[in-house]
């Protein structure tokens, strides 16, 4: 079982810049692949950002070049850089675990809420 804890949701304006993290407890945190979602009201929920089981990263178009993951295997945190977000990336952003691949995920955090304006 895994446990996440999102935070570093904030408003901010367009073209500024903010993190969000993920803390993760719980399970061997190196065996699972994890990753950002996010859902606007009235929206389906999609993918963000995830990083593969081989190290590489997958972006949604809509936010590549702006939007960074990584994570700190020593701290169990997941981070998403947001660069230049837009009035569009306002969300809650999810953060989620599950074996390797990450598709629907089986663990998800509570969720933190970005507003852009």
């Known amino acids: 079982h895994v446990q996440l804890v999102e935070s570093g949701g904030d408003s901010v304006q367009a073209g500024g810049s903010l993190t969000l993290s993920c803390s993760a407890s719980?399970?061997?945190?190196?065996?699972?692949?994890m990753g950002w979602f996010r859902q606007a009201p009235g929206k389906p929920r999609e993918g963000v950002a995830a990083?593969?089981?081989?190290?590489?990263?997958t972006y949604a178009d809509s936010v590549k070049g702006r939007f960074t993951i990584s994570k700190d295997n020593a701290k169990n945190t997941l981070y998403l850089q947001m660069n230049s977000p837009k009035p569009e990336d306002t969300a809650m952003y999810y953060c989620?675990?599950?074996?390797?691949?990450?598709?629907?995920?089986?663990?998800w955090g509570q969720g933190t809420q970005v507003t852009v304006s």
């Open positions: 989620a675990a599950e074996l390797c691949p990450l598709v629907a995920g089986d663990y």
């Open positions: 719980g399970h061997t945190y190196s065996s699972y692949c």
């Open positions: 990083l593969n089981a081989d190290g590489t990263t």
